[in-house]
């Protein structure tokens, strides 16, 4: 754990770290809801507008939106437990447009467990994974595998999506 958390008491680097996820999954949620509302009607914005803007139009929030719309509300708590698809699951909301005060209730469960697992474990846990990987050739293996499989797993989607569309689209009559 960081330094600064360390020499706190348990309960209140617990609340700190807690508070600090409910806050990010708040601004994630507004980073889908304000440019879904403004900038992808009104506007083509640059700069770093501009690369939110272009995340939101490639379909960067899409597997959050699709979580949600298959499992309701409940999958928000859960994306805490997650890395990077709980971006995507607070964007979505936004993009959603799911009223305000129950995505904010359905993030406390969520955000309590991320206080909690960073406040004991997590951090201790991620430093050790780091330091494995960055002293070990099997560690810097492991991380290229992965990275690898991230990218095949991107690429195969997006063949499917363009096979599917292609599909559905009818042929020219002549």
Not at 6 to 32: D, E, N
Request: proline share 5%.
């Amino acid at each position: 754990m960081p330094d600064f958390l360390s020499s706190l008491p348990f309960a209140v680097a617990l609340t700190a770290l807690s508070v600090g996820g409910w806050l990010r999954g708040q601004l994630m949620y507004w980073i889908g809801r304000i440019p879904t509302d403004q900038a992808l009607r009104r506007t083509n914005p640059t700069g770093r507008l501009g690369r939110v803007h272009a995340w939101l139009a490639g379909g960067g929030a899409d597997a959050g939106i699709e979580a949600i719309r298959r499992w309701g509300l409940l999958i928000v708590p859960v994306c805490y437990l997650t890395v990077g698809f709980q971006s995507m699951v607070q964007t979505g909301a936004g993009v959603l447009r799911i009223t305000w005060w129950k995505y904010a209730l359905a993030q406390v469960p969520g955000a309590i467990a991320w206080g909690l697992i960073y406040a004991s474990i997590g951090f201790a846990v991620w430093e050790a994974a780091l330091a494995a990987a960055a002293g070990s050739p099997l560690g810097i293996a492991v991380i290229v595998v992965l990275v690898l499989g991230a990218v095949a797993g991107v690429v195969l989607v997006r063949r499917r999506r363009s096979r599917a569309a292609a599909e559905q689209v009818p042929a020219e009559v002549h």
